[in-house]
């Protein structure tokens, strides 16, 4: 499969579009744009700038960002957790899962550093069902 196939396998791959949250099967070893192109969500990669998308690593932790460069803005922020508990529940992720926004573009298959931390979700009282 490759590396990249591989990364893509070890996460799950989330979005929010229309103001739904939509998670991947677990094991998709696609990008997000396949993803959304198989669904028929988008006609082209400027599309992308319109959902918010991310995953959950291995570890359990959340990754969430916008656009074509993987950015992160107030808009995005306030959308994205006005759908975390729902998030953390489906997915059954720990109180202790860190919350990141934004990734700085790295080499292909290799995890990207977030461009701002969080913190986790019990500390952001999204603890019911805990």
Not at 11 to 30: H, T, V
Not at 81 to 92: I, M, S, T, V
Request: net charge positive.
């Amino acid at each position: 499969m490759g590396r990249v196939g591989d990364y893509h396998k070890g996460r799950r791959m989330f979005c929010i579009r229309n103001g739904k949250l939509f998670i991947a099967r677990p094991n998709s070893p696609y990008s997000h744009i396949d993803w959304f192109r198989k669904r028929a969500w988008i006609k082209n990669a400027n599309s992308m700038n319109e959902i918010i998308r991310g995953f959950v690593d291995k570890k359990g932790d959340i990754y969430f960002y916008v656009g074509k460069d993987f950015g992160i803005n107030k808009k995005a922020e306030k959308e994205f957790f006005e759908h975390l508990e729902e998030l953390a529940k489906r997915l059954r992720l720990g109180p202790n899962a860190r919350i990141y926004g934004g990734m700085f573009r790295q080499r292909l298959g290799n995890q990207w550093s977030p461009k701002k931390r969080f913190g986790l979700v019990k500390l952001l009282k999204i603890t019911s069902g805990f």
